[in-house]
């Protein structure tokens, strides 16, 4: 059984907003706003299909759905009962959500992961990364966000999340290193989320930052190679 599925019932949100009452915003403003950056790092590239790879609760498929209107959005995740929350609260047209590997009727086009490799333990991350190739087209693009363990509000966060507490984080070089072993060509890193609320005036300034190793989450975003 996974350690997800005793978070049901407002478990997971509340143990989440219990850390993010830090920096004084919730779980939705950061998906939010990964889904926004990942949006721009595709460009002009069609996205048909989307898979979010660790969709938990499925909180992130409307904004996946907002942000690639006219694409299948399939969350991914191993907890039943998480698979079974998000079907609840999230299904309509054109999303849907699996437990396992999902019967794709194409490759997809993006994957998108946010925090999941941290709660793997290292020795499976390569296969886990590469079982994610395994589902998209050549060519297809990977948007991997993990938190950044160089960033002390970050660590201070998961610190007051039970089921971060004990989680192995790993560094943006370990994310590409690992990318690029299960087939992917590391197209940008780039680093986000440098400001609390409490500083928000600042938060324009975080384009120009994005290449300064210290933002409290970053993402990894590559190209399937073959």
Same mark, same amino acid.
């Given at each position: 059984?996974?350690?997800?599925?005793?978070?049901?019932?407002?478990?997971?949100?509340?143990?989440?907003?219990?850390?993010?009452?830090?920096?004084?915003?919730?779980?939705?403003?950061?998906?939010?706003?990964?889904?926004?950056?990942?949006?721009?790092?595709?460009?002009?590239?069609?996205?048909?299909?989307?898979?979010?790879?660790?969709?938990?609760?499925?909180? !992130?498929?409307?904004?996946? @759905?907002? /942000?690639?209107?006219? *694409? $299948?959005?399939? =969350?991914?995740?191993?907890?039943?009962?998480?698979?079974?929350?998000?079907?609840?609260?999230?299904?309509?047209?054109?999303?849907?959500?699996?437990?396992?590997?999902?019967?794709?009727?194409?490759?997809?086009?993006?994957?998108?992961?946010?925090?999941?490799?941290?709660?793997?333990?290292?020795?499976?991350?390569?296969?886990?990364?590469?079982?994610?190739?395994?589902?998209?087209?050549?060519?297809?693009?990977?948007?991997?966000?993990?938190?950044?363990?160089?960033?002390?509000?970050?660590?201070?966060?998961?610190?007051?999340?039970?089921?971060?507490?004990?989680? !192995?984080?790993?560094?943006? @070089?370990? /994310?590409?290193?690992? *990318? $690029?072993?299960? =087939?992917?060509?590391?197209?940008?890193?780039?680093?986000?989320?440098?400001?609390?609320?409490?500083?928000?005036?600042?938060?324009?300034?975080?384009?120009?930052?994005?290449?300064?190793?210290?933002?409290?989450?970053?993402?990894?975003?590559?190209?399937?190679?073959?």
């Amino acid at each position: 059984m996974s350690v997800f599925d005793q978070l049901i019932d407002q478990k997971y949100e509340e143990a989440c907003n219990r850390g993010l009452r830090l920096v004084g915003e919730s779980a939705d403003f950061f998906a939010q706003r990964r889904i926004e950056v990942t949006r721009k790092l595709c460009g002009s590239v069609e996205v048909a299909t989307v898979i979010d790879f660790g969709c938990g609760l499925g909180h !992130t498929a409307p904004h996946l @759905r907002a /942000a690639f209107p006219t *694409a $299948a959005v399939i =969350g991914v995740d191993e907890s039943d009962k998480m698979i079974s929350a998000a079907r609840q609260h999230h299904s309509q047209p054109h999303v849907e959500f699996w437990c396992g590997s999902p019967p794709l009727r194409r490759p997809a086009d993006l994957v998108y992961c946010n925090g999941v490799l941290h709660h793997i333990p290292p020795a499976d991350r390569l296969a886990a990364l590469r079982q994610v190739s395994s589902w998209m087209r050549v060519g297809g693009l990977f948007a991997l966000w993990e938190n950044n363990p160089r960033n002390p509000g970050t660590r201070l966060v998961m610190s007051r999340i039970p089921f971060d507490r004990e989680a !192995t984080m790993l560094t943006s @070089r370990e /994310a590409r290193v690992l *990318a $690029a072993a299960a =087939g992917f060509t590391v197209l940008q890193t780039t680093f986000w989320f440098f400001f609390p609320r409490a500083l928000k005036a600042l938060r324009p300034l975080e384009p120009r930052l994005q290449r300064v190793p210290l933002g409290g989450q970053y993402c990894v975003f590559g190209r399937k190679a073959s």
